[in-house]
T-cell receptor
């Protein structure tokens, strides 16, 4: 099973709302990632978790707050977002945080901020 | 990570082989060549990777030139479902530095025509 699942598939939220994106994998991977992809652009890394600890934050604004409750789950909490944060948010996982490790991506959550 | 250069778009007839080139003239000896693809509105999908030798799996073949400065991804019998953006990425294999992330370029939009 090489599946990464993400919920919800689509999300519309206002700038004052608080929402969360969820990601799950059951491949026993110990590294999990959040990427952001704007329309017609390539994905860009936001956060990396290794063994359930945040190891990389690519200078992401604090209105995005990641959480890794256990080795299978990854959340992205959203608060006070701006319309320019509208994008496809992709979750990925890999065996470990290393260049030789293949990252497996979920289908993404398409977020629209009004 | 070394930079890669890919043509922005290519067309291929259904049932024919699709050959996608990638130039990575500044690649280092410890850097792997990875290929991912992204079908419209889906998450990126791992295809194949290699270091020096040509590689083949159930999805594609990867041909790396002897000087490793360029490579070609071959889809032997392209189908309409292979229409996607194909990303060529160069990554160091170790666990240090920025090896944790996939740095996506602009990729090649392959359109398979009936």
């Amino acid at each position: 099973d090489t599946e990464v699942t993400q919920t919800p598939k689509h999300l519309v939220m206002g700038m004052t709302n608080k929402k969360s994106l969820k990601c799950e994998q059951h491949m026993g991977h110990r590294a999990m990632y959040w990427y952001k992809q704007k329309a017609k652009k390539p994905p860009e890394l936001m956060f990396v978790y290794s063994y359930e600890k945040l190891s990389i934050n690519e200078s992401v604004p604090s209105r995005f707050s990641p959480e890794c409750p256990n080795s299978s789950l990854l959340n992205l909490h959203l608060h006070a977002l701006q319309p320019e944060d509208s994008a496809l948010y992709l979750c990925a996982s890999s065996q470990a945080v290393a260049g030789r490790e293949t990252q497996y991506f979920g289908p993404g959550t398409r977020l629209l901020v009004l | 990570d070394a930079k890669t250069t890919q043509p922005p778009s290519m067309d291929c007839a259904e049932g024919r082989a699709a050959n996608l080139p990638c130039n990575h003239s500044t690649i280092s000896g410890n850097e792997y060549v990875y290929w991912y693809r992204q079908i419209h509105s889906q998450g990126p999908q791992y295809i194949i990777h290699g270091l020096k030798n040509n590689e083949t799996n159930e999805m594609a073949s990867l041909i790396i030139t002897e000087d490793r400065k360029s490579s070609t991804l071959i889809l032997p019998h392209a189908t309409l479902r292979d229409t996607a953006v194909y990303y060529c990425i160069v990554r160091v294999a170790g666990s240090g530095g920025s090896n944790y992330k996939l740095t996506f370029g602009k990729g090649t939009l392959l359109t398979v025509n009936p």
